[in-house]
């Protein structure tokens, strides 16, 4: 007897491992393993959630004009190339699908976004990955990777589990000497809580020719990742390609609604960005005194942090001790990063605890 088969590849995908959410028998506990929010959404948005209850039964709009008319007002970019999607992941997956088959190649940094891999696979494309320079994407060594057979190159910036980034000349730079079949997917999830002189989410490129989208998430600084939201923002051409081929619905009214009500929270996005600001360089310089390494130029809302391979004292061991002490922060194994942790920017009580515990895992006392 034959019994089905998926095609060539699927059964090489390791399915995503997402971060822990729960410690068995703990009912309070420190989530800092998924990249959140620290604050939850904008109670505009949970407002706008609670009345719509009652019209679950509607369709959603197919073409999520409204959201799309919202985004495109604060972000001051044009609507009709704005394309949403079931989160960011779900806009990787239909580029991956509609620009990458089997034989083609689809290229990201080492430590890249782990659904680059795994859209890839699924499309029957070839994973490729760039080695990094010091934790960070190396244009060179991306460049160097490219072969005929590229056809999309997936960059987050910042990226995450690094939390390090590209200037915008490295970004120009790229996109300039990249072969202009091939679509760069500037990945920017995390552009909201960057303040760096040097750095620009990617809009600009996209303007600049046919061949350059940038995505972005509600899951992050909107805090709105169980609603799934994302949006890319593309040329004209590939914007009618993403359109051809996405559901017809593929977003929900909640997520449309709750978006628009977050991102025209203005006061509550700086509120979180500020925050992020004080918490992100506080916990970095705290890590530091412990000893430990974080990546200079960390600008998400997370740090990566690197713990020593002495036994008692791995990124494995503080794991464990810190789910001891309910906090839950992100093992970074998948990423081939087994010596690190990622720990997302919560509340200022969450931060202190995680700290508190790290010290005292360390064994420093002052
Ligand atoms: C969280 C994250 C996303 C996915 O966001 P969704 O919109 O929730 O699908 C995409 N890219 C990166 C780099 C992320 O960290």
Not at 7 to 23: E, F, K, N
Not at 151 to 158: E, G, K, V
Not at 212 to 226: E, H, N, P, Q
Not at 236 to 249: E, V
Request: glycine share 8%; net charge neutral.
């Amino acid at each position: 007897m034959n019994s089905p088969k998926p095609r060539p590849g699927i059964l090489d995908i390791a399915p995503y491992v997402a971060g822990t959410s729960s410690i068995k028998g703990q009912t309070e506990v420190i989530k800092l393993s998924s990249n959140e929010g620290a604050f939850g959404p904008s109670p505009k948005a949970v407002k706008a959630l609670q009345e719509m209850a009652a019209s679950a039964h509607r369709y959603p709009d197919g073409n999520s004009a409204n959201v799309r008319q919202a985004i495109a007002e604060i972000y001051n970019l044009n609507a009709e190339q704005i394309v949403c999607g079931a989160g960011s992941d779900e806009l990787i997956s239909l580029l991956c699908q509609a620009y990458g088959g089997p034989g083609d190649e689809i290229l990201y940094s080492r430590h890249g976004f782990l659904m680059y891999e795994i859209s890839a696979r699924a499309v029957g494309a070839t994973p490729v990955s760039a080695p990094e320079t010091n934790l960070t994407a190396d244009v060179d060594h991306v460049l160097s990777c490219v072969t005929d057979k590229t056809r999309i190159l997936f960059l987050a910036n910042p990226n995450n589990p690094t939390g390090t980034y590209l200037s915008h000349s490295e970004m120009h730079r790229l996109r300039k000497n990249l072969r202009s079949d091939i679509i760069l997917v500037i990945d920017a999830a995390y552009a909201e809580f960057v303040e760096r002189n040097d750095y620009q989410a990617g809009a600009d490129l996209v303007d600049l020719g046919d061949n350059t989208v940038m995505t972005r998430t509600f899951s992050k600084i909107y805090a709105l990742g169980g609603l799934r939201l994302g949006w890319a923002y593309c040329p004209p051409s590939i914007c009618g390609i993403l359109n051809r081929i996405r559901g017809p619905f593929n977003v929900g009214s909640q997520a449309m609604i709750c978006g628009e009500a977050a991102v025209n929270d203005l006061a509550f996005t700086k509120k979180c960005k500020d925050h992020n600001d004080t918490w992100l360089t506080w916990t970095a310089v705290e890590l530091r005194k412990l000893g430990l390494f974080v990546p200079e130029n960390s600008v998400g809302n997370f740090v990566l942090v690197r713990f020593p391979e002495t036994p008692g004292k791995t990124a494995a061991d503080a794991d464990a001790f810190l789910q001891n002490h309910n906090i839950i922060i992100r093992r970074l194994e998948g990423y081939g990063l087994a010596d690190c942790l990622r720990i997302t920017i919560g509340l200022e009580h969450e931060m202190r605890a995680v700290i508190k515990n790290l010290r005292l895992f360390m064994g420093k006392n002052s």
